[in-house]
T-cell receptor, first 114, second 113 residues
Framework: GQQVMQIPQYQHVQEGEDFTTYCNSSTTLSNIQWYKQRPGGHPVFLIQLVKSGEVKKQKRLTFQFGEAKKNSSLHITATQTTDVGTYFCAGLSFSKAAGNKLTFGGGTRVLVKP | NAGVTQTPKFQVLKTGQSMTLQCAQDMNHNSMYWYRQDPGMGLRLIYYSASEGTTDKGEVPNGYNVSRLNKREFSLRLESAAPSQTSVYFC????????????FGNGTRLTVT
């Protein structure tokens, strides 16, 4: 079945530095979504990418969808303590057998060192 | 505007006990979902409902039942709790079908001893 892998699983970042987290799917995706979950909180929707090669920015966050629509990345510049949390990607795929299926990656847990 | 409301926030059950997790949304969304979250495994779909009166199995439906009571409410029932069902449960809703952005509730932390 479809698998969505996120790397790294953990990311320790010095405040002010940049980092990137990656999301890779075993199958071609219809779209990909990104969510952020603060410690002890619930996932909050950040963005959805639909088109091959699409790039979207939200302030210091840059999201990219791969040309083959099988991978995505989230790049954060000038990391702040407010960026602490776990970032999940979720890929939507379609098959005739199962219909639409949204599969979450395992998440990248981000810790920021002040 | 409360969004998605889940009750209870915490629950401890003994093996074999039953309970129902309640979920309500006030965003007039068509679709509702139940996910479980376990460490390192992301979120896994238990059941979802694309509209009032319809429910479908997700990735891990065994041991659970659901009821879409009306457009606002979607409950999850554990008939005979097992330690493997210890998890954090999230209810979510979306305006469109599966694949639309999800709005999550605050979660229920369930421990089965």
């Amino acid at each position: 079945g479809q698998q969505v892998m996120q790397i790294p699983q953990y990311q320790h970042v010095q405040e002010g530095e940049d980092f990137t987290t990656y999301c890779n799917s075993s199958t071609t995706l219809s779209n990909i979504q990104w969510y952020k979950q603060r410690p002890g909180g619930h996932p909050v929707f950040l963005i959805q990418l639909v088109k091959s090669g699409e790039v979207k920015k939200q302030k210091r966050l840059t999201f990219q969808f791969g040309e083959a629509k099988k991978n995505s990345s989230l790049h954060i510049t000038a990391t702040q303590t407010t960026d602490v949390g776990t970032y999940f990607c979720a890929g939507l795929s379609f098959s005739k057998a199962a219909g639409n299926k949204l599969t979450f990656g395992g998440g990248t847990r981000v810790l920021v060192k002040p | 505007n409360a969004g998605v409301t889940q009750t209870p926030k915490f629950q401890v059950l003994k093996t074999g006990q039953s309970m129902t997790l309640q979920c309500a949304q006030d965003m007039n969304h068509n679709s509702m979902y139940w996910y479980r979250q376990d460490p390192g495994m992301g979120l896994r779909l238990i059941y979802y409902s694309a509209s009032e009166g319809t429910t479908d199995k997700g990735e891990v439906p065994n041991g659970y039942n659901v009821s879409r009571l009306n457009k606002r409410e979607f409950s999850l029932r554990l008939e005979s709790a097992a330690p493997s069902q210890t998890s954090v449960y999230f209810c979510a809703s979306s305006e469109g079908q599966l694949g639309s952005p999800l709005h999550f509730g605050n979660g229920t932390r369930l421990t089965v001893t």
